[in-house]
């Protein structure tokens, strides 16, 4: 068993390399359009059969960091 791919980044995207966390990264770096996403990561560029699961992915570390920003604002 090769412990070192168990703990790698589950990819999203095959084709480019893209994961759950690169996506999460360039959200909270300031990504607001899935179409900025898709320039800054390349995801979905290859085959495009990943569209549904990165979009997924972008909509909810979106929500993730409204409710993150929400809370930093003062009463």
Do not use: H, N
């Not at 999460?24 to 699961?53: H, N, P, W, Y």
Request: net charge positive.
């Amino acid at each position: 068993m090769d412990v070192a791919a168990l703990m790698r980044p589950r990819k999203l995207c095959l084709c480019k390399g893209v994961s759950r966390e690169d996506i999460a990264r360039v959200v909270r770096g300031g990504v607001r359009s899935f179409a900025e996403l898709v320039q800054k990561t390349q995801a979905t560029t290859g085959c495009g059969t990943c569209i549904d699961e990165v979009y997924a992915a972008f909509c909810q570390e979106r929500a993730s960091c409204e409710v993150t920003d929400q809370q930093q604002l003062p009463l």
